[in-house]
């Protein structure tokens, strides 16, 4: 059975998203499906905006970072059709998320976002998760954006630092 491979690409995106328990970022699925050379940059754009549309994949958007997650209509479609994905991508789907959980895990539960107030200042979140539990949810005012924009780049590479400080100097 010949299959159109828009349909395979989409069903493979849907499967890596059913198989965490967490967000994915773009980045994160297309390194594995550009990397085993399975499409281009071009044709993934185009399969990440038909599943948006068609409604089988969430969006959210934080700071330079799009999440993706899957929705109800998207575990239906993939639990109808995803048969059709081949033993040797399921392998090698499951082999990259088991090698990568704890690096795709660590990005998808650290967030930062900024957003101007109603002030005109800037306010920076920064949030770091462990599974569906907030650890921490830090906000933080600042004049300008650019200075918000630093802080939430800031938070990415230093939340660990930052979180080890606040426990051990709060308790």
């Known amino acids: 059975m010949t299959q159109d491979p828009l349909t395979l690409y989409k069903l493979i995106v849907l499967y890596m998203l059913d198989?965490?328990?967490f967000k994915?970022?773009?980045?994160?699925?297309s390194s594995f499906i550009l990397e085993k050379e399975y499409t281009n940059f071009m044709t993934l754009q185009q399969v990440i905006s038909d599943l948006q549309d068609a409604e089988?994949?969430?969006?959210?958007?934080s700071m330079n970072r799009t999440f993706f997650s899957i929705t109800e209509e998207g575990r239906s479609?993939?639990?109808?059709f995803g048969n059709r994905i081949g033993d040797a991508i399921i392998e090698d789907i499951d082999?990259?998320?088991?090698?990568?959980?704890l690096e795709l895990k660590n990005e998808a539960s650290i967030t930062a976002k900024y957003y101007r107030t109603t002030s005109g200042e800037y306010e920076a979140e920064l949030v770091a998760r462990e599974k569906d539990i907030e650890l921490v949810n830090?906000?933080?005012s600042v004049?300008?954006?650019?200075?918000?924009?630093?802080?939430?780049?800031?938070?990415?590479?230093?939340?660990?630092?930052?979180?080890?400080?606040?426990?051990?100097?709060l308790l």
């Open 19 to 21: 198989k965490v328990k």
């Open 24 to 29: 994915l970022t773009y980045s994160q699925i």
């Open 56 to 61: 089988l994949i969430r969006t959210d958007a």
């Open 77 to 80: 479609t993939l639990s109808y």
């Open 95 to 101: 082999t990259f998320l088991s090698e990568k959980r």
């Open 138 to 140: 830090i906000k933080i």
């Open 143 to 169: 004049p300008a954006e650019d200075i918000a924009e630093t802080i939430c780049e800031g938070w990415y590479s230093k939340n660990e630092q930052i979180y080890k400080y606040l426990m051990e100097t």
